[in-house]
């Protein structure tokens, strides 16, 4: 691509911004899956052995009130990244304001510091004020005042254009100040370019997971280049309202309910939906469950999906040449409704001369946890941007780096 990438900036003594994607999961205080924090290291150690400065910044989670703020803190990241790289990592517990700039400023050559959650701007006093997700433009230009270029490394973000990537990258062109993309946003758009500029068929998306009112419209797009869509996870319920299937307490999006319906309409027989469920009384391991087939019963959530479903999506799967998944089947994260993820996962790692393309900070660490991804072609950090990507979207987080020249 004609964009300028790391290894085209001087980075001797400069102090170097870099936005990465470290939403990652944390429980307990303590780093789940750290295969994010992993992908963004060549860039970091690019900096660090080049003599910059590296000032890093990442949203962690989604904050709508003080209250999620202790939870989504940065600093078990720090601690994580800090492991991975063998060197102190300075954790400033703001990202804005005199301690943040004076950590700045003493800072030496080839050291690394990571400012708090962006997305702590987005509740301030209380109050829901979205500077960081809104792309307050005072917020992008407070942060592109801090350094002297800035590195776009976040591709599990840019589908998004929030302060902390488009933001800080307007501010600092406005000044002229150099706007690169790091190893990782390279590499990304590099493998995902190449897997679908012309996919093999049959080309099969599978669609899961919970964000269903940011992700369903891809699937619109979707039904021009794929043969097959699966839906899976708590995308499924949203369909299920659609066709009338009763959904008892299971995750659901009200008003994406039309979108369903329409996509149902234009897809036809391509849209392949879960038979059965795996159904629980409560959001807990500890739940009492029951595999049901069809409607979801009153008082019961769908959590995972069911045997009959993993046999179907797998007959659907067995010819695919591409495939791309992005979204578990069910709450993994709680080993009762773990089952179907892993099933899919694995039978991925199994399907001979196929491109299987895994996107997504959950999928990914869902296959991790597995140990198929050495099986898959690509793993992908991004989930809901490599679904914008391959749908061929223009990512602001992409368009706001440079040109070369
Ligand atoms: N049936 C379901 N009900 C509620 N949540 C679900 C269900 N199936 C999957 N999930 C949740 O979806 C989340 C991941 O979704 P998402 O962020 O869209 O995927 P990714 O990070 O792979 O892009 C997981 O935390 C998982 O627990
Ligand atoms: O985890 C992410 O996306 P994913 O869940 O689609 O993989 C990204 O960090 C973006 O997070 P957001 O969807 O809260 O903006
Ligand atoms: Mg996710």
Same mark, same amino acid.
Request: hydrophobic share 40%.
């Given at each position: ?37 992993? +992908? ?128 800080? +990258? ?214 809901? +941007? ?20």
């Amino acid at each position: 691509m004609s964009k300028l990438i790391i290894d085209d900036l001087d980075l001797k003594d400069k102090k170097v911004l870099m936005r990465v994607d470290f939403n990652v999961p944390i429980k307990d205080g303590v780093v789940g899956d750290d295969n994010r924090i992993v +992908a963004a290291l060549p860039s970091i150690e690019y900096v660090i052995d080049h003599g910059g400065k590296a000032i890093l910044f990442s949203h962690l989670g989604r904050i709508k009130s003080e209250d999620d703020k202790p939870g989504l803190s940065l600093r078990p990241v720090a601690e994580k990244l800090s492991k991975l790289l063998g060197k102190p990592v300075t954790f400033v517990p703001v990202n804005e304001g005199p301690q943040l700039e004076e950590a700045i400023d003493n800072m030496q050559d080839g050291q690394v510091l990571l400012a708090e959650n962006t997305r702590y701007q987005d509740v301030i006093n209380g109050e829901q004020v979205k500077r960081e997700s809104g792309n307050d433009p005072k917020l992008g230009e407070y942060w592109a005042s801090l350094g002297d270029v800035f590195v776009n490394d976040a591709f599990g973000t840019a589908h998004r254009s929030h302060a902390s990537n488009v933001g800080i +990258a307007t501010a600092m062109e406005k000044e002229g100040k150099p706007v690169a993309a790091g190893f990782l946003l390279e590499k990304e758009i590099q493998f995902l370019g190449n897997a679908v500029d012309n996919p093999k068929h049959p080309f099969v998306a599978i669609l899961g997971g919970a964000k269903v009112s940011d992700k369903i419209g891809v699937i619109d797009h979707l039904l021009d280049k794929a043969d097959k869509i699966i839906i899976g996870g708590g995308m499924t319920y949203t369909f299920y309202a659609a066709k009338g299937i009763g959904i008892g307490n299971s995750l659901v999006e009200k008003d994406k309910i039309d979108v369903a319906k329409e996509i149902l309409k234009k897809g036809g027989d391509k849209i392949v939906l879960p038979v059965d469920s795996v159904c629980a009384d409560q959001f807990s391991n500890d739940a009492k469950t029951q595999v049901v087939d069809g409607s979801i019963p009153d008082g019961m959530m769908a959590l995972d999906i069911g045997p009959k479903s993993i046999q179907l999506f797998e007959d659907v799967l067995k010819d695919a040449k591409t495939v791309v998944w992005n979204g578990p089947m069910g709450v993994f994260e709680m080993p009762k409704f773990a089952e179907g993820t892993l099933a899919i996962g694995r039978y991925l790692g199994t399907l001979k001369d196929a491109t299987t393309i895994v996107g997504g900070g959950d999928s990914t660490a869902a296959v991790k946890e597995l140990g198929v991804a050495d099986k898959l072609t690509h793993i992908s950090t991004g989930g809901g +941007a490599s679904l914008e990507y391959l749908e061929g979207k223009t990512l602001p987080g992409i368009a706001c780096v440079s040109n070369k020249d």
